[in-house]
């Protein structure tokens, strides 16, 4: 996988900038601030935090990377806007490179407890937010520091549904990855929705093809129905998407779901006779 940070050199600079000065003040300081903080260490939270929430959702090239950086090491994470996003819902959610906000995020000091999967109004975790934007820096990240992928929101939705229903194929990979090793009734891959739609059913019903081809491969079950026994066959019929709805017919079908090999971990071709690691 290519290192993000090799396109914004500067911008890693100031990030690491910002951890040397963690590490050199968090023994020395009983308030976790530094003498040259200026308004940043007098600034009161909430302030500080809405400034942060423009920051972080549309990061300005005009601005000093470190200067908006900087004050993240002293926010408060449990500090949410109207919508009940955090700072780490709303970096998250940018495809834009708001992954060097998350990495401070991350470390920020005395981090409050469950904060990496707290849910806004809607029960959406900073997780779903990335998987559906398609934000791959931040769900990498956020699979790398334990967010959880089987957490659901107010509609039963996780964020591998998320990621299905945007399109977000690549996304869908990494969360199918990242769950291989679970239990099978533990997966999120056929985790249903309130209205019964599996993330196969969704992504089928929107036309995501490459995100339908991704969750066959995975193993999930084209034969499940929501709550008006619909399969995602029927409902690939409605977006009207050819491609999609010839994944599920025939030697299509067959083609791209999973065949278990000898390790239980090759996606097999079927029809080609071939194969490849998942």
């Not at 020395?28 to 940043?40: F, I, N, R």
Request: aromatic share 4%.
């Amino acid at each position: 996988c290519m290192d993000i940070y090799a396109q914004r050199p500067i911008l890693h600079q100031y990030s690491m900038e910002v951890e040397s000065d963690n590490e050199s003040t968090a023994d020395t300081e009983s308030d976790g601030l530094s003498d040259d903080d200026g308004v940043y260490a007098t600034e009161p939270s909430s302030s500080r935090s809405e400034r942060l929430f423009a920051a972080v959702g549309t990061p300005d090239a005009n601005i000093d990377p470190y200067q908006q950086l900087r004050p993240i090491v002293f926010t408060d994470l449990n500090f949410r806007n109207g919508n009940g996003d955090s700072l780490l819902h709303v970096a998250a959610a940018n495809t834009a490179g708001s992954f060097y906000y998350i990495d401070n995020l991350l470390k920020v000091p005395n981090r409050p407890a469950g904060c990496l999967d707290a849910k806004n109004n809607a029960g959406g975790t900073a997780l779903m937010a990335a998987a559906a934007a398609g934000a791959m820096p931040a769900v990498k990240r956020l699979l790398a520091a334990g967010a959880r992928t089987t957490i659901k929101d107010n509609s039963n939705a996780t964020a591998l549904w998320k990621a299905a229903e945007t399109g977000s194929s690549i996304a869908v990979l990494a969360l199918l990855k990242h769950e291989e090793l679970m239990p099978p009734t533990m997966r999120s891959t056929e985790s249903k929705t309130t209205d019964g739609m599996t993330p196969l059913a969704i992504a089928a019903k929107n036309g995501q093809f490459h995100a339908v081809q991704a969750l066959l491969r995975g193993g999930a079950d084209a034969g499940a129905t929501d709550l008006t026994g619909r399969t995602p066959e029927q409902l690939a019929h409605l977006s009207g998407v050819t491609e999609v709805i010839q994944l599920f017919v025939g030697p299509g079908l067959a083609r791209h779901q999973r065949v278990p090999g000898r390790s239980g971990g090759l996606v097999v071709d079927a029809a080609a006779g071939g194969g490849r690691r998942a």
